[in-house]
């Protein structure tokens, strides 16, 4: 993670298991800082009660765990620190809570602004969905359109962004 005034932000994108957060997860470990990991995931059924069960058992136990399928702006603001690095995994799940919830603009908005008073490095993973065709449905064509604009606002004010493909990191910025 790149060392300057302000903390880093970066902005980790890949597809579906392409090692994305095991990226995220490797580059927590190197800053030597605690760990604070954001889990966005909430267990709708006993397959995603399985991924997650996974994502916590090869995660190190002394990683504090915050599980925050909402209001990152509020995560960012109580537990960003410059002696902390925060992981939040994943930003296309968070969204997508916040569409069915109906709070989508707000939530944004909202955490857009947290990320410009960050006080530690934060690391963000999210899937990149807007690589294959139109979707057909209004609510998806929505949550890629969304997951796109918010990508790329987040990866202006990034210091770093990469995306991962089959395990490999391309370094887009930074």
């Not at 990991?37 to 996974?54: F, L, N, P, Q, S």
């Not at 209001?71 to 994943?90: E, G, K, M, N, Y």
């Not at 069915?100 to 993973?125: I, T, Y």
């Not at 796109?148 to 004010?157: C, D, S």
């Given at each position: 993670?790149a060392?300057?005034d302000?903390?880093s932000l970066h902005?980790?994108l890949?597809?579906?298991r392409s090692?994305k957060?095991?990226l995220a ?5 190197q800053?030597g ?7 966005t995931a ?17 995660r ?15 995560v ?6 410059p002696?902390r ?15 069915h ?23 963000m993973v ?21 997951a ?8 202006e004010?990034a ?16």
């Amino acid at each position: 993670m790149a060392q300057s005034d302000s903390p880093s932000l970066h902005l980790i994108l890949g597809g579906a298991r392409s090692g994305k957060s095991r990226l995220a997860e490797k580059l927590a470990a190197q800053t030597g800082l605690a760990v604070c990991y954001v889990a966005t995931a909430t267990a709708g059924d006993a397959e995603m009660a399985a991924r997650i069960a996974k994502h916590q058992n090869d995660r190190p136990n002394d990683w504090q765990l915050i599980e925050a399928p909402l209001d990152l702006a509020d995560v960012i603001a109580t537990w960003s620190h410059p002696d902390r690095v925060l992981l939040i995994d994943c930003l296309t799940l968070w969204l997508s809570n916040a569409l069915h919830q109906g709070c989508w603009p707000s939530e944004r908005e909202n955490f857009l602004a947290a990320l410009d008073h960050a006080k530690g490095p934060v690391l963000m993973v999210s899937n990149e969905v807007g690589q294959g065709i139109v979707p057909l449905g209004e609510l998806t064509r929505q949550f890629v359109d969304e997951a796109g604009w918010l990508h790329q606002a987040i990866a202006e004010k990034a210091t770093e962004v990469s995306f991962v493909i089959a395990g490999l990191a391309q370094k887009l910025k930074g």
